[in-house]
Structure formats: C-alpha cells, structure tokens
Nanobody, 124 residues
Framework: QVQLVESGGGLVQAGGSLSVSCAGS????????MGWFRQAPGKEREFVAG????????YYIDSVKGRFTISRDNAKNTVYLQMNSLKAEDTAVYYC?????????????????WGQGTQVTVSS
C-alpha cells in the first residue's frame, strides 16, 4: 500500500512559478512509476507528466513541455512538479498518482494510488 500526500499548491500570477510535491509512504515507493494529473472545473482529469520508477525518463504533454519539470527523489519517497511560466489555463487541482512498474501511463485507470490533490490557481 502506498499513500500519497500532495503539497505546495497555491495562488500565483500568470508568468510566475510554483512547485508541488507528492510524498509517498512505504518502502516500495521506488517500485512505482509516477504521474501528475490535473483537473479543472467541469473538465476530465488530464495527464500532465510522467516519470519512470528510477527517474531516468520523463514525459510531458505538449501544453506544458518546456515549462514544467517532473522529478523524484526515491530516498525521500517524493516526486515533484516544478511549474514555470504559468498560464491561467494551468489552473486546476493537481494530483499525483503511482503506478506499479517501470513506466508511467497517461490513462487514469492504469494507476494504483492517488493523492488527495492540491489546488493551483493562476491569475491573469
């Protein structure tokens, strides 16, 4: 069992930066690929970025490529999402998710555990 707790959301002006973190419990955190998703009001949950269980490979959707960076520290059981040059359309609740195995997925149903989410609001 893995429990995930996000932190670091908040309110930021357009063009600003914000970092969100996801702390996992348990000794098997490094066995899980991780993904960050987001969900805006009235919209479906959307995959944003993924990272392999070792952290050696990452993936981003086009709309955040070059602005967001996903990383992880398995010694601290934590995955991060650094968000720069934020836009109003990045406003959403951000969720981290853990998927047992090597590689992330962009499908919500492929993940085994989810955090509770953290709100990110970008004012224009």
């Amino acid at each position: 069992q893995v429990q995930l707790v996000e932190s670091g959301g908040g309110l930021v002006q357009a063009g600003g930066s914000l970092s969100v973190s996801c702390a996992g419990s348990g000794r098997t955190f490094s066995s899980y690929a991780m993904g960050w998703f987001r969900q805006a009001p009235g919209k479906e949950r959307e995959f944003v970025a993924g990272i392999t269980r070792s952290g050696d490979m990452t993936y981003y959707i086009d709309s955040v490529k070059g602005r967001f960076t996903i990383s992880r520290d398995n010694a601290k059981n934590t995955v991060y999402l650094q968000m720069n040059s934020l836009k109003a359309e990045d406003t959403a609740v951000y969720y981290c998710a853990a998927r047992y195995g090597l590689v992330w997925s962009d499908v919500v149903g492929k993940y085994d555990y989810w955090g509770q989410g953290t709100q990110v609001t970008v004012s224009s």
